[in-house]
């Protein structure tokens, strides 16, 4: 599991939304984060957001965060780590 801050969410959010394949994805999320529950993507939903994050501009500008955590979490479950 990975934690996310609320602004980690909303600006994960906003570039999920950009991405016509990750649309899905971003609504999984806001509907998670709107109950305060976990999240759980599909197969589909996994690569859409890992292809966001990887896509992320700069190579160390995720830095330390909880949306690295995530990119490294998705990556590992989906066999690319």
């Known amino acids: 599991m ?3 801050t609320g ?3 909303g600006v994960l959010r906003d570039r999920l939304a ?3 394949s990750a649309h899905a994805a971003g609504g ?3 509907v998670s ?3 305060s529950t976990s999240v759980t993507f599909t197969e ?3 690569i859409a957001v890992l292809d966001v994050l990887d896509r992320w501009p700069g190579p160390t500008s995720l830095g330390d965060s909880g949306l690295l955590a995530l990119r490294d979490a998705l990556a590992r479950d989906l066999d690319r780590g």
């Open 2 to 4: 990975v934690a996310l």
């Open 7 to 9: 602004e980690e969410v």
């Open 18 to 20: 950009q991405v016509g």
């Open 28 to 30: 999984t999320l806001t």
């Open 33 to 35: 984060a709107n109950a």
């Open 44 to 46: 589909v939903e996994k």
